[in-house]
């Protein structure tokens, strides 16, 4: 019974990423495609830089992983801010939006490629922002008018500033809507750009 030797050209060459991926073919395969992703392109990286030899490729997998770990609770939070925002709770769903962005950074800190995602929830924190404010101003404007009737203000003042309220409310939901909110967060997922 012969025994089964790689040829010569199947091996993949030395000192090259195709042979670093070879030699973790195992780990990488136990990743999911993101990580697998974010692990193969720092490897090329390190290829193309000439600091293959250098590379900790354990220290990039567990990187891949805490990193994928920020992703999905990032999700987790962006699914949130959905629900918040769809309820018309504009404040929960401001700090849902700076929780989605603590967790991209914390991925990113770990390798991930989210340069799309992080662009899209900036964006969202600073609608959802004037979204709170125009709801805070609502607010405002409806307690003043009720203080106006029960202190005998002119109806007319009352009328007025329930106007100013309800604008205030339909920029707030304007601005919400901005945000990407009316579900389309619960159906999203954050994906890496390099995948």
Known sequence: MSETRY??????EPGTAE???AEYEVELAGLNDSEAAQVTEAISEAEFAGELEDLDVEAEIQDAQFAEEHREEAEAAQRDQAEAADAGDYTAAREDAETVQDNLAEAE???ASLDAATQE???DVEVLAEAEYQQDVAEEFSEASLESVEDGVYEADSDMMDDYAADAAEQADDYAAQGDQDGYYGNQSIHT???
């Open 7 to 12: 040829s010569d050209i199947d091996k993949p």
């Open 19 to 21: 042979a670093v991926e």
């Open 109 to 111: 800190g770990h390798g």
């Open 121 to 123: 929830n900036d964006a």
């Open 193 to 195: 750009d390099n995948v």
